[in-house]
């Protein structure tokens, strides 16, 4: 047993500093980026914001919405591939249990694929990520694979074949991996920590859970995240998945009772539920959320003095909060 010393930090622990800017209104800010990936030798430009693939959120009446801004979205691994309907924002998610060779991967238009897991510490998750890069199927695709927290994670998974590494143990608004395990790490200090490793091999990161406004994701691009993954701010739309009740839908963890019910048919007794269920007010078109959210972005570009997204790394300074006194006036 060993104690770190050091202090981690949330997104709550931080303000980003308002620095002199140029610009003259919020319109110039360019929130798209061209991204080219480390082992696919693909390209891709748009907005870096990725709905999540929870079966709430990664739908395909998401990606409809989602597509035309340019955003993207991780469809859940347990639609049928007959709803597909593949374009180049659309993210094909699978687990550890599928068979490459019985899958259809030959979509020109779908760059994308992710191998979605709850721990990417275990070995037969790196070798599945290795045979990914390898096997004739995906071994072109832009592949996701996580979640991990640590920059020595992010840079084995890069070092496998991975694009894009996934960050993020325990942060989700219905995730209650912390809670139950005792593990995690927090996440602007993961972001941080994962994107420099990702950036010195030539990788990138999504930062993957925790934002619960607009400032945090924010703060995660200006962490050094490349991409960013909403799930509870996308969740309760009209294009989401289930019923709406009394103006409330019902999102839960992908790791929950509900969920291990729904697509398993059993929770097995080896388990434990990492994943709460809740219910959340209806909100109505996600696009109204949406454009909100760009033009929260747009805005901290302003203040930290960022033209584009891509410039906002370099333009943010954190400020640490005093929690406890700001707890005390609020």
Not at 8 to 22: A, E, G, H
Not at 128 to 140: G, I
Not at 279 to 291: A, L, R
Request: glycine residues 10%; negative net charge.
């Amino acid at each position: 047993m060993r104690i770190q010393d050091d202090i981690k930090l949330d997104f709550d622990d931080v303000l980003i500093k308002p620095k002199r800017s140029t610009l003259v209104s919020r319109k110039k800010v360019n929130l798209e980026r061209t991204f080219k990936f480390k082992h696919s030798n693909s390209r891709w430009t748009g907005i870096p914001i990725i709905a999540s693939n929870m079966d709430h959120t990664g739908t395909i009446a998401m990606s409809h919405v989602l597509m035309e801004l340019p955003m993207l979205t991780a469809l859940c691994k347990f639609i049928e591939s007959s709803e597909w309907g593949w374009n180049m924002n659309i993210i094909r998610t699978i687990g550890l249990d599928q068979n490459l060779d019985e899958q259809p991967y030959d979509y020109p238009n779908a760059p994308w694929i992710c191998l979605d897991v709850a721990n990417g510490y275990t070995e037969r998750f790196n070798d599945y990520v290795a045979l990914m890069r390898e096997h004739e199927a995906t071994k072109d695709k832009i592949i996701i694979a996580g979640n991990v927290c640590t920059p020595e994670a992010t840079e084995q998974i890069l070092l496998a074949g991975a694009d894009v590494v996934k960050i993020g143990i325990g942060p989700g608004s219905v995730c209650t991996t912390r809670k139950m395990t005792g593990v995690g790490y927090p996440q602007l200090s993961a972001v941080i920590e994962c994107a420099d490793a990702a950036h010195g091999l030539g990788g990138h990161i999504i930062a993957d859970g925790g934002c619960t406004v607009v400032g945090d994701i924010a703060k995660s691009f200006g962490a050094g995240a490349d991409f960013v993954m909403l799930g509870g701010m996308l969740a309760g739309h009209k294009e989401c998945e289930g019923e709406i009740i009394d103006d409330k839908m019902t999102f839960y963890g992908m790791s929950s009772d509900d969920a291990q019910l729904k697509y398993y048919g059993e929770k097995k007794s080896h388990r434990a539920s990492e994943g709460k269920t809740v219910q959340i007010p209806f909100k109505g078109n996600v696009i109204d959320t949406v454009h909100e959210i760009l033009g929260g972005l747009r805005s901290s570009c302003t203040y930290a003095g960022a033209k584009s997204i891509k410039d906002l790394p370099k333009c943010t300074t954190f400020v640490k909060v005093n929690r406890q006194l700001n707890t005390v006036f609020n």
